[in-house]
């Protein structure tokens, strides 16, 4: 989805979103139960999943030799193994769905080290093509929609 601004060479040298610490667990990528069914039919029969409203999360063991939790769908070498599959918050991210003041807004996370160096031009542009999808899905699946964090550069609005 992001092909245009972010190429499968610069994420496979980075894997930053794919493991999260005790601050950062909330970007854990939201599991609709379609996608849930499918990870224990298709990929995984033992994972486990934290409910969380109306669809799941991962359950991700702690990694002792460095504090992290990686995510259980990240092969360490060849990357996630969900690949097409992969949950519609990691499809988009570093952008975010967020609530501002009761407005679904577009936000761009600071994380990425890859995406944060393309101009705000080029970013406002790209998002442009992808705000009516993005915002289409948060309306179906508004578990993804994250309470805005002061900072974080608005990039669209739904209105
Ligand atoms: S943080 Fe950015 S560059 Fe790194 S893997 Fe994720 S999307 Fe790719
Ligand atoms: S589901 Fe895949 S893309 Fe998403 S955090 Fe896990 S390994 Fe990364």
């Known amino acids: 989805m992001l092909s245009k601004i972010l190429s499968k060479k610069e994420?496979?040298?980075?894997?930053?979103?794919?493991?999260?610490d005790s601050s950062d667990v909330w970007e854990t990528p939201i599991i609709t139960k379609p996608?849930?069914?499918?990870?224990?039919?298709?990929?995984?029969?033992?994972q486990k999943f934290i409910k969380k409203d109306n669809c799941y999360i991962l359950d991700m063991p702690k990694d002792e030799s460095d504090g992290l939790y990686?995510?259980?769908m990240l092969d360490r070498n060849s990357g996630c193994i969900l690949k097409d599959d992969k949950p519609f918050d990691c499809k988009i991210w570093?952008?975010?769905?967020?609530?501002?003041?009761?407005?679904?807004?577009?936000?761009?996370?600071p994380v990425c080290p890859v995406?944060?160096?393309?101009?705000?031009?080029?970013?406002?542009?790209?998002?442009?093509?992808?705000?009516?999808?993005?915002?289409?899905?948060?309306?179906d699946q508004p578990e993804i929609i994250k309470p805005y964090i002061k900072g974080y550069p608005i990039l669209a609005t739904d209105c």
């Open 70 to 72: 990686y995510c259980s």
């Open 94 to 109: 570093p952008f975010r769905v967020m609530d501002f003041n009761g407005v679904n807004v577009i936000t761009l996370s």
């Open 11 to 20: 994420c496979a040298k980075c894997r930053i979103c794919c493991c999260f």
């Open 35 to 46: 996608l849930h069914d499918k990870i224990l039919g298709e990929y995984n029969p033992k």
């Open 115 to 139: 995406v944060k160096t393309r101009s705000l031009e080029d970013l406002s542009s790209f998002i442009e093509t992808i705000a009516p999808t993005i915002f289409q899905q948060a309306n």
